[in-house]
Antibody, heavy 122, light 106 residues
Framework: QEQLVQSGAEVKKPGSSVKVSCKTSRDTFSNYAINWVRQAPGQGLEWMGGVFGTANYAQKFQGRVTMTADESTTTVYMELSSLTSEDTAVYYC??????????????????WGQGTMVTVTS | DIQMTQSPSSLSASVGDSVTITCRASQPIRNYVNWYQQKPGEAPKLVIFVASSLQNGVPSRFSGSGSGMDFTLTIRRLQPEDFATYYCQQSDSTPYTFGQGTKLEI
């Protein structure tokens, strides 16, 4: 069974940066986009962006987020800078598959990492 | 950005009941809605994709329907393991957006 393995929890100070990793398989790295979704405590899911060759970011995070991929280790990274307390959340990576159905071909997040808790506190 | 409005935000039900959760998009999104189940402390899990296709391994008591702007997730004969939070998500265009979630409680 495919697994995405994320790095461990982080505690950061306001104004600093955090870099979260997502280890994938060779097949996943080569063939699928990895997207990032975050979830603040007790809140819903928020899409941040994704990377497959090039990166595509939600406008909310433009200028503050960088998503990169290292082919040698088949690991995808999400770096978020200028952290504030509002960035305290669980960050998930997810593999995006284009599902072919009679109703159309749509992107789905079919495999998720276990999540990385990022706490921003002074 | 496309807004996804989910209702209800919470729902109480019993084992054996059937429930329906609805999701409305702020503009037409064809059939590009996915539904995820999330249990406390866990990552979301895909349940239904492209409005009505059942993800491998998900019981057939789950079903999805709808197109355009209005979508539903129905769970028949609720089992104890179905009590969780459910999210709809549109994948018609980026930024992909989620509904605010429906917490299904006993």
């Amino acid at each position: 069974q495919e697994q995405l393995v994320q790095s461990g929890a982080e505690v950061k100070k306001p104004g600093s940066s955090v870099k979260v990793s997502c280890k994938t398989s060779r097949d996943t790295f080569s063939n699928y986009a990895i997207n990032w979704v975050r979830q603040a405590p007790g809140q819903g899911l928020e899409w941040m962006g994704g990377v497959f060759g090039t990166a595509n970011y939600a406008q909310k995070f433009q200028g503050r987020v960088t998503m990169t991929a290292d082919e040698s280790t088949t690991t995808v990274y999400m770096e978020l800078s200028s952290l504030t307390s509002e960035d305290t959340a669980v960050y998930y990576c997810a593999k995006v598959v284009t599902a072919m159905t009679p109703k159309g071909a749509g992107d789905v997040f079919d495999t998720w990492g276990q999540g990385t808790m990022v706490t921003v506190t002074s | 950005d496309i807004q996804m409005t989910q209702s209800p935000s919470s729902l109480s039900a019993s084992v054996g009941d059937s429930v329906t959760i609805t999701c409305r998009a702020s503009q037409p999104i064809r059939n590009y809605v996915n539904w995820y189940q999330q249990k406390p402390g866990e990552a979301p899990k895909l349940v239904i994709f492209v409005a009505s296709s059942l993800q491998n391994g998900v019981p057939s008591r789950f079903s999805g329907s709808g197109s355009g702007m209005d979508f539903t997730l129905t769970i028949r004969r609720l089992q104890p393991e179905d009590f969780a939070t459910y999210y709809c998500q549109q994948s018609d265009s980026t930024p992909y957006t989620f509904g605010q979630g429906t917490k299904l409680e006993i």
